[in-house]
């Protein structure tokens, strides 16, 4: 049988012709009004456009490709350039070679080898502008950073990707100084290499597809594109593995950007560099993220099947809306899993591999249904999709699992997300669908943590789902009218508001305020216990021959300030080293504190306690005083270990506020307390002003056990935050928002019940002390009248007593 191929009329051709010269006209016009002062984004992406549309007209019209791909290079002798030729010339001198690969392949009309070197072009653009605002973050200059970082890619926008606005909020951030340097330069370091490396595996991944399907073009410029990411992670890399590691793993891309170009077998290339690249993660998660990615890995894991069992039936697509949303799951699922699988490969390395053919498996299933050929039955994704379930699960650290709240609203997202689609499609029916499924999750997830530690939330939002007719009315409502499109967005951007606040609020943070006054309160407490210990000790140095001994008391007293201040700095430096652990070590310290409160809280009560400490030190004082050797240096430790001891009880309850609400607001609370601290012993030492010291240590009594309640309460929210304590809110009590930001006062059972019992600890300690101090007062006074009973009365008195009886 003979195939006869038939071509393309001529007129045809010249129509095409015609097209691609009026492309080449309009990109030659736009270049032109570009160039006289053209940003680095428009410069860029001038460049882009014109090798894009050189691809597009090498088909037909070689020549008309050339004269794109000349545009391009003419490029770069506009303003904007000459940062990236001054700056980055290795990137620059790579972009100078890619284009001109671009042109000899333009004018041997070969589309692969155009398709390759327009990708490298791109790909030198975007390493060069990567480092080009890491440089200026460096140097200061927030300005060319900001023009430059806007030069980038971003990985797939699904709502468990990054939102890739870590970079944007950083410079931002230091704009207004709230970062520093360092910070905001690992911010934006964290989101380019997170980016890059979801845009490399997703490229390594479609290689693979491209070969497969015989696409000459798409397997060279994934390729190259591959080939390119991977020169953006080179630095990172180079650290973790080496520079052995990095030239192979260099030159294995090399070869696979050749093997495509030559029409090579590409697997043994592929395969060596999933090896290298195995565990290899240039921007590591914080634990949070960790957390945060499993949760979203495991929930959307489920949602696929849950999606395709709905879209198919009997071997039939009944619904495409409904694979459209297993997709998206999907892929929600799988960059999930490349976030975490050079984690898991440290766990399983084989274990690993097993779970990405198991991915790659159900990829081939959703697929079927998508390409209507073969569709899998729901039964075998179920299958596919629990096997994934129970060998993650198993795989996973134990933390991992724990329930996300995070997670939960992303899902909430989502699927809010599809009901739009679905009503824009004007498939009503889904909309809802989509709906009752977003409502569900909230009120099987966040909806008992709104309740408990944001009840003013509840309201607006549940009114917004369902049939709410205020300024914006319910989207139960909406879609049951069927209403158009916008007035739906309208409504879900207002329910948006309320659970992006809800979100926030149940995050666990108190007022600033009272995080400040709670810091006051604190440092004035253990103050004014030192002030009043240096008083009774100094009070008989008023002699004019005594005087000079208090001299080295107060040197040990300043020394102890000196030592509480570095104690802080350790501690914060040693929380810092830890702050990856975010609110699992706040919880930990919170709870370190509250023990430590609790035992000087009860101390306190006891006067025994209070007597027997300031006799101690008095004791001490006199024997100093009356001996002569080391008198100085003793003295000064008696004032030293006087002061110490309450500065570094302060500096330990003071990590738990720095933890919760951040250091600047903790020490605005800490100055104000020290501020009249130093004014009460301005008054006491140079006026010698006689103040109510024992009321003042009552009422600050008082204050310290309203703290050590607002401690424990906010730190059972955070154990719930983190799930190592259950929450059960008490739904028929609501309480105002204040009492929790202000008191850590929630409507929870663990929460009141804790609080109750620190409460009764507090005032049992008092009733306690109170009752063993009337206890030894009756015991001392039984045995003073014993004493008296027992010892002999004078003679004269035993002589006149037998007197009278005669």
């Known amino acids: 049988m003979i195939f006869r191929v038939r071509t393309a009329p001529k007129w045809s051709r010249a129509a095409l012709t015609i097209i691609c010269s009026l492309f080449a006209l ?79 392949a333009a004018q041997s009309n070969n589309g692969a080898a155009l398709a390759a070197a327009r990708t490298h072009a791109w790909t030198a653009l975007l390493d060069s502008a990567q480092q080009i605002v890491q440089q200026a973050v460096a140097d200061g200059d927030i300005k060319l950073a900001r023009s430059w970082l806007l030069v980038r890619e971003f990985r797939q926008a699904t709502r468990f990707s990054r939102p890739n606005a870590d970079a944007t909020l950083a410079l931002a951030a230091l704009e207004r100084s709230e970062i520093t340097t360092a910070q905001a330069a690992e911010a934006i370091r964290a989101d380019l290499y997170d980016t890059y490396q979801a845009r490399l595996t997703e490229a390594l991944r479609n290689i693979s597809a491209a070969d497969a399907q ?94 395709y069992g709905r879209g198919v039936n009997s071997g039939e697509v009944t619904s495409d809306l409904e694979i ?145 007719q205020n300024e914006e009315p319910g989207l139960a409502y909406l879609i049951e009218q069927q209403a158009p499109i916008s007035a739906i967005k309208a409504s879900r951007d207002a329910l948006d508001t309320q659970l992006k606040a809800a979100q926030n609020a149940v995050s666990g943070s108190s007022s600033p305020l009272a995080i400040a006054t709670n810091a006051f309160i604190i440092v004035f407490r253990e103050g004014l216990e030192a002030v009043l210990i240096l008083a009774s000790l100094m009070a008989s140095f008023k002699a004019v021959s005594q005087r000079n001994l208090r001299r080295p008391m107060w040197w040990g007293v300043a020394a102890a300030g000196l030592a509480s201040v570095l104690t802080w700095a350790l501690a914060q430096g040693v929380l810092t080293s830890l702050a990856r652990y975010g609110e699992r070590l706040e919880a930990i310290v919170s709870l370190v504190a509250i023990g430590v409160l609790l035992l000087i809280t009860n101390w306190f009560f006891h006067q025994n306690y209070w007597t027997d400490h300031i006799a101690g030190l008095h004791s001490k004082k006199r024997g100093l005083v009356g001996g002569s050797a080391g008198q100085w240096l003793g003295l000064a430790m008696l004032g030293f270990t006087s002061v110490y001891r309450e500065g570094f009880e302060t500096v330990l309850f003071l990590q738990a506020l720095v933890l919760e609400a951040g250091i600047s607001i903790v020490i605005l609370g800490v100055l104000a307390g020290l501020g009249v601290t130093m004014l009460i012993g301005l008054v006491l030492f140079r006026m010698h002003v006689r103040l109510p010291y024992k009321k003042m240590l009552i009422v600050t009594g008082v204050f310290i056990g309203l703290v050590l309640l607002t401690m424990v309460g906010n730190t059972v929210h955070i154990l719930q935050l983190v799930g190592w304590l259950p929450l059960h809110p008490i739904r028929w009590l609501t309480l105002p928002y204040w009492l929790g930001l202000w008191f850590g006062v929630y409507s929870t059972w663990e929460g009141l019940s804790l609080q109750f019992v620190a409460a009764a600890f507090v005032i049992g300690s008092y009733y306690l002390a109170e009752h063993l101090q009337k206890k030894a007062q009756r015991q001392r006074v039984q045995h003073a009248s014993a004493q008296r009973k027992a010892e002999p009365a004078p003679s004269g008195v035993r002589l006149k007593r037998v007197s009278s009886r005669m």
């Not at 984004?41 to 894009?52: K, P, R, S």
């Not at 397997?219 to 890399?237: D, K, M, N, T, V």
């Not at 729901?378 to 996973?396: G, H, I, K, N």
């Not at 599809?418 to 966040?446: C, F, H, K, T, W």
């Open 214 to 307: 015989g696409f000459a073009l798409r397997r060279a410029e994934h390729a190259a594109a591959a080939q390119g990411y991977f020169a953006i992670l080179e630095p990172a890399y180079r650290a973790q593995r080496g520079a052995e590691a990095t030239d192979a793993l260099t030159n294995s891309f090399a070869q696979l950007d050749a093997a495509s170009l030559a029409g090579d077998d590409l697997a043994p290339s592929l395969a060596t560099i999933d090896d290298a690249l195995s565990g290899f993660r240039a921007a590591p998660l914080l634990p949070a993220e960790q957390v945060q990615r499993a949760a979203q890995l495991l929930r959307y894991l489920k949602l696929v099947a849950v999606e």
């Open 26 to 104: 309009f990109a030659a016009v736009t270049l032109t009004v570009q160039a006289a002062d053209s940003t680095p984004v428009q410069g860029t992406e001038a460049m882009h456009n014109a090798l894009f549309q050189a691809q597009m007209a090498l088909t037909n019209d070689p020549t008309t490709a050339a004269t794109n791909i000349q545009q391009a290079i003419d490029v770069q002798g506009d303003s904007w350039f000459d940062t990236v030729r001054t700056q980055t010339p290795a990137s620059a001198a790579q972009l100078q070679s890619a284009l001109e690969a671009a042109l000899e």
């Open 324 to 468: 459209r949303e297993a997709v998206t799951f999907l892929d929600g699922a799988r960059a999930a899993f490349d976030d975490l699988s050079d984690l898991l490969t440290e766990q399983d390395a084989a274990q690993t591999q097993q779970l990405k053919a198991l991915f790659e498996q159900l990829t081939q299933q959703i697929n079927s249904a998508v390409q209507r050929s073969n569709v899998a039955e729901p039964t075998l994704v179920d299958e596919t999709v629990a096997t994934l379930e129970s060998d993650l699960q198993a795989l996973m650290p134990a933390e991992w699992q724990r329930r996300d709240n995070a997670a939960d609203f992303d899902v909430i997202g989502a699927s809010l997300d599809n009901m739009e689609q679905a009503a824009a499609s004007g498939d009503y029916a889904l909309a809802e669908s989509a709906r009752v499924d977003a409502y569900a999750i909230l009120e099987s997830g966040p909806e008992a943590r709104i309740q408990a530690f944001a009840p003013q939330f509840k309201l607006p939002i549940e009114e917004l789902f369902w049939y709410g």
